[in-house]
C-alpha cells in the first residue's frame, strides 16, 4: 500500500504523528522515500500503526484464498454443509443428546421399538440409524485402542455392544418390511460380527436372501442359525421355503435347460435337412427382426420328416413397396401366394395381375433368375444358384412392361458396384 492511498482521516492522523516526531525521524523518513522499496516498506509500517492488529482468527485467513478459507470454514462444526460419518462428526451428534452414549442408544433404541410396534417401518428405521451412528463410533474408536468419548467400565462396554447388536438387528427387520434386502443383510452381518450366536440375524439374513431368490445363501444362512438353536420355529418355517422355493428354481431350470436342447435339436435337424435338399443359406451380421417368424419344419419341428417353411418378402422394386409372407412352404409356389395377395390396394393402375407379372430372384454372382410363378420353392432353391440370406427368401415382382428396363438398371448397379471394389 502506498501512502497516497491511505483515507483522508488516517492522512490527518499521519500528519499529526509526523509533526510531533523528532527531526532524526524526518531525516530517515526522507531518506527512506528515495528508494521505491524502502517506500513500501515505511507505507506498511505507517499503517500497521494507524489501524489495530488483525484479530488472531483473521491473521490466520490473512494469506489464504477465498476457495482456502470456505474449505477451513466448512470444517467447523457451525459452517459444515455437508457431515462425513466418521468419528468426529458422530461424536458432535451424540453431544446433542443428553446421558452417555449407552443411553443415548437405548433411548433411540425404545423409540424405534415403539414406531416398530405401530407398523411405522421408516420412522422406526431412522431411530434405530441414530442409535447405530452413537455407539458404533464408540465401538469404532475400542477397535482402534483410542481414547473414548466417556470413561466406560467394562460392564458398560458389554452393554454398549448388546445394545448395538439390538439396533443392527432391529434396522434390518425394518429393512426386510420395506424389501431393502441387501440392506436388511448387511445388517445382520454386522450383527453378526458383534455376536455370531445372534438367532433374529440368521432368520432375517434367509429371509432377505430368500427375497430375491439367492436360494444357497439363504439355505447357508439357515443352517447357520439352526445350529445355534435347532428348535427354533420360524428358522424352520424359512428352511421349508427355501425347500419348496428351492425345487420351483429347479422345476423352472429343468424347464429352460429342455428348452434350450429341444431348439438345439431343432437347428440340427433344420440344417440336415436344407443340406439333403441343396439349399444354400447365409447368416449377416444384423438380421432382420421377425417376431415369431422364422425357418422351421411343420407340421412337426421335431420330426425330420417335415417340410421346410421359410419366412418371404415379395418386393415391388417399381413403386418402392413390399409385402412379408410368414410362412412359405417348399412345396408353394408363387401363384399359390400371389393369388391372396393381388390385388394390391395401391396399384391402382391395375398394372399387379397373376398374369401380368414377372418375378425374379437374385443369384449368388449378383445377377438376377427369372423364377416360374407355378414352380415349387423347393425347386427354385434347390438348383443351387440361389440362397436364403438371414432365412428369408426375397422374391423381386415387376410388371411385365417395366421389368425389362428394371432389370438393365439392375445389371447396371452391380456392374457398377464390382468396377468399385
Not at 420412522?123 to 466417556?150: H, M, P, W
Not at 420355529?233 to 429352460?256: D, G, M, Y
Not at 411343420?298 to 421346410?308: A, E, Q
Amino acid at each position: 500500500m502506498r501512502i497516497e492511498e491511505i483515507t483522508d482521516e488516517g492522512a490527518e492522523r499521519l500528519k499529526l504523528s509526523q509533526a510531533e516526531s523528532s527531526e532524526p525521524q524526518l531525516r530517515e523518513a526522507r531518506e527512506s522515500a528515495q528508494s521505491p522499496l524502502t517506500q513500501n516498506g515505511a507505507a506498511a509500517t505507517a499503517s500497521a500503526a494507524l489501524f489495530p492488529e488483525l484479530s488472531p482468527g483473521r491473521a490466520m485467513t490473512n494469506r489464504k484464498t477465498v476457495d482456502e478459507v470456505v474449505a477451513d470454514l466448512k470444517k467447523t462444526p457451525f459452517f459444515m454443509t455437508e457431515l462425513e460419518e466418521n468419528d468426529d462428526t458422530e461424536a458432535l451428534k451424540a453431544l446433542a443428546y443428553e446421558g452417555t452414549p449407552l443411553e443415548v442408544g437405548s433411548d433411540f433404541k425404545e423409540r424405534g421399538n415403539e414406531c416398530f410396534r405401530e407398523k411405522r417401518w421408516v420412522d422406526a428405521k431412522e431411530f434405530y440409524t441414530k442409535g447405530v451412528l452413537v455407539l458404533a463410533a464408540e465401538e469404532r474408536r475400542r477397535v482402534r485402542g483410542e481414547k473414548e468419548s466417556t470413561e466406560t467400565t467394562e460392564d458398560e462396554v458389554k452393554e454398549q455392544k448388546g445394545v448395538l447388536e439390538s439396533l443392527y438387528v432391529n434396522r434390518a427387520a425394518c429393512h426386510l418390511e420395506l424389501r431393502n434386502y441387501r440392506s436388511c443383510w448387511l445388517d445382520c452381518a454386522a450383527a453378526l460380527r458383534l455376536n455370531d450366536k445372534n438367532v433374529k440375524a440368521y432368520y432375517r439374513s434367509a429371509k432377505a436372501f430368500l427375497g430375491v431368490g439367492r436360494i444357497e445363501e439363504a439355505d447357508d444362512a439357515c443352517v447357520r442359525g439352526l445350529a445355534v438353536d435347532e428348535g427354533n420355529n420360524p428358522l424352520k418355517a424359512v428352511a421349508r421355503e427355501i425347500i419348496k422355493k428351492s425345487e420351483e428354481q429347479t422345476a423352472k431350470q429343468r424347464k429352460e435347460n429342455e428348452r434350450l436342447a429341444r431348439e438345439k435339436r431343432r437347428e440340427v435337424l433344420i440344417k440336415a435337412a436344407l443340406k439333403a435338399r441343396n439349399i444354400k443359406t447365409r447368416t449377416t451380421a444384423q438380421p432382420p427382426e421377425m417376431e415369431d417368424a422364422g425357418l422351421r419344419l411343420v407340421p412337426d419341428p421335431d420330426d425330420p420328416r417335415s417340410s421346410l417353411s421359410f419366412p418371404a418378402v415379395l418386393l415391388y422394386p417399381a413403386h418402392l413397396q413390399s409385402d412379408f409372407i410368414k410362412a412359405f412352404g417348399e412345396t408353394e409356389t408363387l401363384a399359390d401366394h400371389l393369388g391372396y395377395v393381388f390385388p394390391l390396394p395401391w396399384d391402382t393402375e391395375g398394372a399387379y395381375t397373376l398374369a401380368g407379372v414377372e418375378c425374379y430372384m437374385e443369384t449368388l454372382s449378383g445377377g438376377l433368375a427369372k423364377v416360374g410363378k407355378k414352380a415349387p420353392l423347393l425347386k427354385m432353391l434347390s438348383s443351387g444358384n440361389v440362397e436364403v440370406v438371414d432365412e428369408v427368401v426375397r422374391f423381386f415382382v415387376l410388371p411385365k412392361a417395366k421389368a425389362p428396363a428394371w432389370v438393365q438398371e439392375f445389371k447396371a448397379k452391380k456392374a457398377a458396384e464390382k468396377g468399385g471394389g
